[in-house]
């Protein structure tokens, strides 16, 4: 999970996958949290990409650096918690002239179940899964 945390960190962008009925639907992501165990992204509820989630939370992330690529595939889930959201704030100090852990809007999800494969032209893929 780690080494997922730091890829996509130093990726900087990732695009996040989300289905909505039967349309794929794909957009630029850049937040990425370890917190409590777990990885984090965090979006805002008014978001279609919120509602495409809470609707079917299974969802895919693709990220490319230095040659290599990154896919994380799994299922999401929510967490209200105030500490997380408030730990992804904290990991970005730029979103918080946006966002804050008590607007109503800020929302963060976990990955419950994820598996991560780390790609290249260079050799066989690897997987983890967490
Ligand atoms: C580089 C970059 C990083 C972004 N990171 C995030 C993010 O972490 N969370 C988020 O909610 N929106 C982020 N955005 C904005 C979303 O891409 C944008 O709001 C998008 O329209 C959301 O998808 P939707 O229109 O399907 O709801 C980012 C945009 C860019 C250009």
Redesign the pocket.
Same mark, same amino acid.
């Given at each position: 999970m780690q080494r997922v945390e730091k890829f996509l960190k130093e990726a900087g @962008?990732y695009y996040l996958a989300t289905v909505e009925g039967d349309q794929p +639907?794909v +957009?630029?992501? &850049? @937040?990425v949290n370890i917190f409590d165990g777990k990885l984090y992204?965090?979006? &805002?509820k008014v978001?279609?990409?919120s509602k495409q989630i809470h609707a079917n939370p299974k969802v895919e992330i693709c990220a490319f650096k230095d040659g290599a690529w990154l896919r994380v595939a799994g299922e999401l889930a929510e967490d209200d918690r105030r500490e997380a959201k408030q730990s992804m704030l904290d990991a970005y100090p730029s979103l918080q002239g946006m966002y804050s852990a008590d607007d109503g809007n800020t929302e963060v999800f976990y990955f419950k179940s994820a598996k991560a494969t780390f790609s290249s032209f260079m050799g066989a893929p690897e997987t983890v899964e967490f």
């Open positions: @962008t +639907r +957009r630029p992501f &850049g @937040t992204i965090q979006t &805002g978001k279609e990409v």
